[in-house]
């Protein structure tokens, strides 16, 4: 069959590779890159970073890690892939560190027993909370009423997990709070190693950088793809499907898998079902800036800096209020340990404009109550009309569900052809 796919993310590069073999592809991605949030970077002095995707637990990424076994690509341990959360108004915070000398750094405050006691509440709430949902009680509930269930998610252990969870879905402390408490407790328990001691072996990167396995899928469906070319409509008939570019060139496939955002698919669906409008119209996106830079100045001293440092605020009732994220890519497996680039997601501090070396806006799905109500029924659209659908807003957002979904509708157009 002749197959569109719109979307050169991670979704749309594993359904290409997949279906490339048995089929006709042509990949129509609208920037210039393939990726999407997968979004490399050679800096000025020439090192490959990665400025967002980099990291991926070994418990919740089954099919990812598959896949990159079958392309032949190897991941890393991520030294030191712990988490830092300093207070910008107090410039303190809490420090995991995992050399002597970030324990230097520390003090020997790091080894007070009400210190220790701290950490070791995420793990008894987490549990107590995972009870709860097993039980059905957080049924309906929002996060904020959640954390006033759990005794043990206040202070200290209520700033790790929140700030945790914004790095996890890329929404802010506000979002989150609205958001329904047993969705992000499924994703909890689906990624178990994620906010774990256990991180510290699991949580693995790939070994010379997430651009590795973009550029090994890109390889293997080449002369599929066309860059720089948006999608403006696509109108579907009992003959096929129809897509007219931006440039007004129209061209005819047998099927159209769209691994796009879903509010940028419901956009160009020119005649969208009454289930493509409810299911694809439940999502809200973000557009959330992402900034690389080499200012250390907002951040901790250099020892407690770990892979992901979390920049936070508290609000006037003492609690975490907002965060960013912010990724220290020496810890990056490719990157020369003389590296000393930040990746500053939603950065809520002042930066000298000089130490900018790039910026960009990536768009993440929200996780509210009326997108995560679609997330079971979603497959259902596929199939419909000669089209197909992927992409990370089919699971928890991450590049396991891209893959997953971009996965099954490969596996329905066989089945399609077979038939
Ligand atoms: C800062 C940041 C860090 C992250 N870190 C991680 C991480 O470490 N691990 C992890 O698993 N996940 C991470 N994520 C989540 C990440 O978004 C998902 O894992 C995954 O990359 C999403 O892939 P996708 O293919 O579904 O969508 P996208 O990556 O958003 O790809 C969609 C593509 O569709 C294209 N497109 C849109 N409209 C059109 C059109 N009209 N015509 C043609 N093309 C179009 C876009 O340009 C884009 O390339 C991170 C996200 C962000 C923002």
Redo the contacts with the bound molecule.
Sequence with gaps: MKIAV????????TAAYRLHPHHEVTL????DR??????GYRTRDGVEVD??????GMAG?PN?YRLLDELGVETAMCPNSYMSFHDLDTNSGIYMPTTLAGFLAQGLSALRPSKVWKLARLPVGLARAQHLREQGLVDGKTLRELLAMVPEFTGDTRTILLCALCLLS?MSIAELLDAPARFFLEKLAHHHDVISPKAFYSVRAIKKGTQAYVQALAERIEGCVRLG???RSVLRAAGGVTLVLETGEKLHFDRVVF???AD?ALR?LDAPTEDERRLLGAWRYKD?R?VLHRDPAPFPPRALVQAYTFLFRKGPDGEVAETS?NGALWYEPQAPDTCDYF?S?YPNFDLNPALIEFETV???PVFDFTSVATTKRLPELNGVQGTYF????FGF??????VTSALAVAKALDAEKRA
């Design positions: 719109i979307g050169g993310g991670i979704a749309g590069l129509f991605e609208k920037s393939v990726g999407g949030n997968a979004f400025i967002a995707v980099a990291a991926f990424y990812f890329s070319t948006g999608i691994a796009c955002p940028a160009l959330g992402v994220v990746s997601q990536l768009r993440t992927c992409g990370s807003y957002g991450l590049h396991e569900d891209a």
